[in-house]
């Protein structure tokens, strides 16, 4: 194994703590519940603004909600050279460190199908969720970051070209074919035809290997279809998010104390403008719900432009002190992803037991989930507050 000569560790980088902390809250946020404000308020243009953008697109498209799940994985990359030159200042070596890759990648999927399954009659084995799909392909990267930065490309090269060529290769549905049957709802209008159609929800490669892999395990009857078309196999071009967000992460390893702005503002550019030519040109469709390469290279883009404005306004403006509460979540974010899914119904029935039932309807009944949604999530903060003035810190 060829490793990169090391390089002195630096001190931590917090424009990336203060983008993580972003990216948590954003998740966390979904409990101020602005779809059921925005109902309560028809035609209320920020209402309605801020409900599409803490949901999901239907297909192809994105919201700000759309851009968690890639900065997450981003942010792994990112921080990949910062991890590994401070391991190798401690002595550590190739072989320890790619065993403890291993073990977090393990523990990841792990986590991952355990959260999954809180709802379950039985063990969910699914392998769509943010942290199984980072967990995957974990070790691919981790190998990367010992690399020349040149692999990186070539490798992201091959993620891209060779995940879109072999779903460009597998047959589309013929004639007639009942999208209702894979969970597609009748008169859907967010089906391709002619090339696209290789993209087309439950109809395409990635369910195909999902209707083989899944069934490997014990299920309470037999895997047909992920309603939402979500995929075991994204974690290939999720991959390549996470290469990108390794070459940014070295970038700013490099250019230390400064930062590379133009690096990360064309990066930005490229990645953007290449997603949506992708798209219109009719070659690959921005749909991150299977993570086309289309959308890997535009949301990369995006994420580009998040690091770029985030080291802008702390490493080179100063401006510090307003980002504390991001600080808070961001360098504790696996505590935060716990505390978002095992106490969201927690904390919300415990204010209610505590304060009444409908403690929050005083506010009324359109603002009243807003209001009790701000107290749920100012109790994750609070918690997230608690570890940070001691130090409690979850790592895998």
Not at 182 to 195: M, R, T
């Amino acid at each position: 194994m060829q490793a990169v000569v090391p390089t002195p560790a630096i001190a931590r980088n917090v424009a990336v703590d203060v983008y993580r902390g972003f990216v948590m809250l954003l998740m966390m946020g979904e409990v101020l519940q602005f779809a059921r404000v925005a109902a309560a308020f028809p035609g209320n243009w920020l209402w309605g603004i801020l409900a599409y953008h803490q949901t999901h697109v239907e297909w192809a498209g994105c919201s700000l909600h759309d851009m968690i799940q890639p900065s997450f994985s981003f942010l792994v990359g990112v921080a990949l050279p910062y991890s590994i030159a401070s391991r190798m200042a401690k002595g550590g070596t190739f072989g320890r460190m790619f065993a403890h890759a291993l073990w977090r990648s393990l523990l990841l999927c792990a986590l991952g199908i355990f959260l999954r399954s809180m709802s379950s009659p039985m063990t969910n084995f699914t392998f769509e969720d943010t942290l199984t799909q980072i967990g995957l392909g974990f070790p691919i990267l981790f190998v990367l970051g010992f690399k020349p930065p040149k692999w990186a490309w070539i490798a992201l090269a091959v993620v891209l070209v060779g995940y879109w060529g072999a779903w460009a290769l597998y047959p589309v549905p013929g004639p007639g074919y009942d999208y209702t049957s894979v969970g597609v709802p009748q008169g859907w209008d967010h089906l391709y035809s002619g090339f696209m159609a290789h993209w087309n929800k439950n109809a395409n490669l990635g369910l195909a290997f999902d209707v083989w892999f899944l069934n490997l395990f014990p299920r309470p009857e037999p895997f047909v279809a992920n309603g939402g078309g979500y995929l075991t196999l994204s974690f290939i071009p999720t991959l390549g998010t996470m290469i990108l967000g390794l070459i940014a992460g070295r970038w700013l390893r490099a250019a230390a104390p400064k930062i590379p702005m133009r690096k990360l503002l064309l990066a930005s550019v490229i990645g953007i403008a290449a997603g949506v030519l992708l798209h219109f040109a009719g070659i690959n469709p921005l749909v991150k719900r299977i993570w086309t390469p289309g959308w890997t290279l535009f949301s990369g883009g995006v994420c580009f432009l998040f690091l770029a404005a985030f080291s802008w306004v702390v490493d080179v403006l100063h401006f510090r002190k307003w980002a504390f509460p991001l600080v808070v979540v961001g360098m504790n974010s696996i505590a935060a992803y716990l505390i978002a899914h095992l106490f969201e119904n927690f904390i919300p029935s415990s204010l209610r037991i505590n304060l009444g039932q409908h403690w929050f309807d005083v506010f009324g009944t359109g603002i009243g989930p807003f209001v009790e949604g701000v107290g749920v999530l100012l109790c994750y903060w609070l918690i997230l507050l608690w570890m940070y003035r001691r130090k409690l810190f979850l790592k895998i």
